[in-house]
């Protein structure tokens, strides 16, 4: 038998085994996971995607406009790891809801986290539904102020929204019966959506991340006023570099080191040259998805 195969495998056929054996060898290599966290801005567009991961244990912030978000992820993530541990939510609008209906359509998530405010948009509709679709169902955690996730090295609190404030902001909702608990997803509320928006401190013992998601000048005093911020190695700029992505104040207190902005083309302007001026001012280094595509640190 052994002969018989021999006798039909010409040198070049069997280089050309022996290359896709090595090159299959070295894909599987290369596509285990990194055993240091890596963190990861997706360029996504006009949107936020931010990747967290480290071996086998991932959380995904948000999905930007568009099915993209698959695309990093399959850039970044085992080809054979099919569930996300956690997904965030920072706010309901479409350019960072979109991309994680695709998501759930692809992966199995464990715990889906999300401030309870919703609208009325179909891409909303549809996302609550793939939730609910799943099975198991993800635990779904509506985080506030003062929550900690811990990961060994790796301590993730949340800045915002602080309850009391959030229960007051709800429509027809007191804070007495206002029922913010888990499993709460879509209350309405006349306020810009992007006021309820979740954020993030990433910390590490020699390294510190501030996401802010669009949680842009109209709430950064309430967060000021509510944390003790330290300062941080690196931002993500609120809102895509908007003109009122960021207050003065707020920067000069955190002192960022670095600035990413997800950022894509959009008739907004973003990133505006008010906020360009303004990092540039305290000599943050800028760093844009529409100009370098994935941002990746490893930490």
Same mark, same amino acid.
């Given at each position: 038998?052994?002969?018989?195969?021999? $006798?039909?495998?010409?040198?070049?056929?069997?280089?050309?085994? %022996?290359?896709?054996?090595?090159?299959?060898?070295?894909?599987?290599?290369?596509?285990?996971?990194?055993? /240091?966290?890596?963190?990861?801005?997706?360029?996504?567009? !006009?949107?936020?995607?931010?990747?967290?991961?480290?071996?086998?244990?991932?959380?995904?912030?948000? +999905? +930007?406009?568009? @099915?993209?978000?698959?695309?990093?992820?399959?850039?970044?993530?085992?080809?054979?790891?099919?569930?996300?541990?956690?997904?965030?939510?920072?706010?309901?609008?479409?350019?960072?809801?979109?991309?994680?209906?695709?998501? *759930?359509?692809?992966?199995?998530? @464990?715990?889906?986290?999300?401030?309870?405010?919703?609208? !009325?948009?179909?891409?909303? $509709?549809?996302?609550? @539904?793939? #939730?609910?679709?799943?099975?198991?169902?993800?635990?779904?955690?509506?985080?506030?102020?003062?929550?900690?996730?811990?990961?060994?090295?790796?301590?993730?609190?949340?800045?915002?929204?602080?309850?009391?404030?959030?229960?007051?902001?709800?429509?027809?909702?007191?804070?007495?019966?206002?029922? %913010?608990?888990? /499993?709460?997803?879509?209350?309405?509320?006349?306020?810009?959506?992007?006021?309820?928006? *979740?954020?993030?401190?990433?910390?590490?013992?020699?390294?510190?991340? %501030?996401?802010?998601?669009?949680?842009?000048? /109209?709430? !950064?005093?309430?967060?000021?006023?509510?944390?003790? *911020?330290?300062?941080?190695?690196?931002?993500?700029?609120?809102?895509?570099? $908007?003109?009122?992505?960021?207050?003065?104040?707020? *920067?000069?207190? #955190?002192?960022?080191?670095?600035?990413? #902005?997800?950022?894509? /083309?959009? $008739?907004?302007?973003?990133?505006?040259?008010?906020?360009?001026?303004?990092?540039?001012?305290?000599?943050?280094?800028?760093?844009?998805?529409?100009?370098? +595509?994935?941002?990746?640190?490893?930490?």
């Amino acid at each position: 038998m052994f002969d018989l195969l021999k $006798s039909k495998l010409t040198p070049k056929l069997l280089l050309g085994a %022996l290359l896709s054996l090595a090159l299959l060898v070295w894909a599987t290599v290369f596509s285990f996971p990194h055993q /240091r966290w890596q963190l990861v801005f997706c360029n996504v567009d !006009q949107g936020d995607a931010i990747l967290l991961s480290r071996g086998s244990e991932q959380m995904l912030i948000d +999905g +930007g406009p568009n @099915e993209n978000v698959l695309a990093c992820l399959g850039r970044h993530l085992p080809f054979y790891d099919r569930t996300i541990e956690m997904v965030a939510l920072t706010h309901p609008e479409a350019d960072h809801l979109t991309g994680l209906i695709a998501v *759930l359509e692809k992966y199995q998530v @464990e715990y889906f986290l999300s401030s309870p405010v919703g609208n !009325q948009s179909d891409a909303f $509709s549809t996302l609550l @539904e793939k #939730i609910k679709k799943q099975s198991p169902m993800p635990k779904v955690i509506n985080p506030y102020e003062g929550d900690k996730i811990k990961f060994d090295n790796l301590e993730i609190v949340v800045l915002w929204p602080e309850k009391h404030w959030l229960a007051n902001q709800l429509t027809n909702c007191e804070l007495s019966n206002c029922p %913010l608990k888990e /499993r709460i997803l879509g209350m309405s509320t006349e306020r810009k959506l992007n006021d309820f928006s *979740l954020v993030f401190l990433l910390r590490w013992p020699k390294f510190t991340v %501030l996401l802010m998601g669009d949680a842009d000048s /109209r709430v !950064q005093e309430e967060i000021m006023v509510d944390n003790n *911020l330290p300062k941080v190695n690196l931002l993500k700029f609120p809102h895509h570099g $908007s003109k009122t992505g960021l207050r003065e104040d707020f *920067l000069a207190l #955190i002192k960022p080191k670095e600035a990413v #902005i997800s950022v894509g /083309r959009n $008739s907004y302007g973003h990133p505006t040259a008010e906020a360009l001026e303004l990092l540039d001012k305290y000599k943050v280094e800028i760093r844009r998805t529409d100009l370098e +595509g994935d941002i990746e640190y490893i930490y």
